[in-house]
């Protein structure tokens, strides 16, 4: 308390103290209210500093982030040139069908974009 006023003054800390409680929250097993209690403050203040120190590494991650996304679009691509052999289909033979009856026998050619056609000929023609 101030003893002219009468009133409490608030506490003031070190931005070293407030690290040092950040970082020994982050280790596993501590309890945040023994901490607080064993440095002689309220588990409130020492959550609240937890909560700043989480969204101020969430703010510089993102700023981060950003900067790298903005270098990324200013970085041109390189035009890498690729060889290509020269691969032409060649077009598909055509369907060729040997009907043989005694000593007669028929060849027939038909192209193979009409397939369908020529499996309809062929059902016709094995009925």
Known sequence: ???????????????????????????????IASLALANGMNANVLRRWLVEHRKAQTAAAETTRSIDLAERRQEKPAFVP???????I????DIRIEVRRAS????????????????EWMRELLK
């Open 1 to 31: 308390m101030d003893r002219e006023s009468g009133r409490r003054r608030r506490r003031q800390y070190s931005p070293e103290f407030k690290a040092e409680l950040v970082a020994t929250c982050s280790r596993p097993g501590v309890s």
């Open 82 to 88: 690729v060889k290509v052999e020269d691969r032409t």
């Open 90 to 93: 060649p077009a598909p033979p």
């Open 104 to 119: 007669t026998t028929v060849t027939v050619n038909w192209p193979t974009t009409a397939a369908s056609d020529c499996a």
